[in-house]
């Protein structure tokens, strides 16, 4: 499909899953007949990517939800590793949006904190929550280093090719440094729109991981901060793998009858118990 390649298992074979309407035009998402990853078909140029991150307005309203719901996030986060990840000396946030996710994780004036973020008010929010603070648009501006601990949350499905950015992260990572991802889970989350060029499910996520040289500790399926009943989220916590993976856990059959299901199942606990599910995001690291 006009030499486009899975960005997992550089397969070349996909079939149509969904079609959403935005602003009166098609968004299409193929799925992988391999290794069942979804995404956005054609994607955005990098350009218009970065171009639509800066040119988004927001309400007072809408940025207040946006600023509460990152930090909610960060502080729950700070609860989810606090057993399994010692204080970082250094952490790398890639989209670090408002700072509160390093910050949080990493206070104090001895730890390291670089934050990267495409978004020119998030960055300048970002550089200014902290004394320390050193936030940056992209990779490209960051020399070097070792970080005790990497973030990418709410991030990667935005990416125009996560497998080149978890890839290049190992470069950036301490030979005991760990990695931490949170993402969509769409099988429950809603999850398609304009802005995500991905879609993942746990078994598609630690593929990725796999042959981006990443072995996945554990991935947790949670509803935090929207619900407590649904598994709306992913995270996994990783470390470097000693060798690139070459065999995928192979996908889950029916993926869209599977889809379908939990979105029904969200509808319904949506009713029941209330809650909001689908928060947008404004920013993040687009490479
Ligand atoms: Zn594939």
Redesign the pocket.
């Known amino acids: 499909m006009n030499g486009r390649k899975?960005?997992?298992?550089?397969?070349e074979r996909f079939s149509p899953f969904e079609t959403i309407q935005y602003r009166g035009m098609d968004i299409n998402y193929l799925i992988?007949?391999?290794?069942?990853?979804v995404f956005q078909h054609p994607s955005p140029s990098y350009q218009e990517i970065v171009f639509r991150v800066n040119a988004k307005r927001w309400t007072h309203d809408e940025r207040r939800r946006d600023y509460w719901i990152d930090y909610i996030r960060a502080e729950r986060m700070k609860k989810m590793l606090a057993q399994n990840v010692p204080p970082p000396r250094s952490i790398l946030d890639v989209g670090c949006r408002y700072g509160h996710l390093m910050s949080t994780l990493g206070p104090g004036a001895k730890t390291t904190r670089v934050g990267l973020e495409e978004n020119a008010n998030l960055r300048n929010i970002a550089q200014k929550y902290a004394v320390g603070n050193q936030v940056y648009p992209n990779l490209g501006y960051i020399k070097g280093g070792f970080f005790d601990l990497i973030t990418i949350t709410h991030n990667l499905e935005l990416l125009k090719k996560p497998s080149v950015t978890l890839y290049t992260l190992r470069r950036f990572t301490a030979p005991d440094g760990k990695l931490v991802v949170e993402t969509p889970n769409f099988l429950v989350h809603p999850s398609l729109r304009r802005d995500s060029l991905y879609a993942f499910t746990a078994e598609t996520l630690t593929?990725m991981l796999a042959v981006t040289g990443w072995e996945v500790i554990w991935l947790k399926r949670h509803g935090h901060p929207d619900h407590t009943k649904l598994d709306l989220y992913l995270t996994a916590l990783c470390r470097p793998a000693e060798r690139i993976a070459r065999r995928?856990v192979l996908p889950p059959g029916e993926i869209k009858k599977k889809r379908r299901f939990g979105q029904l199942k969200r509808l319904f606990a949506m009713t029941i118990y209330g809650g909001g599910t689908d928060v947008d995001t404004t920013g993040g690291y687009m490479v």
């Open positions: 899975c960005d997992i298992c550089a397969g992988c007949d391999v290794c069942g990853l593929n995928l």
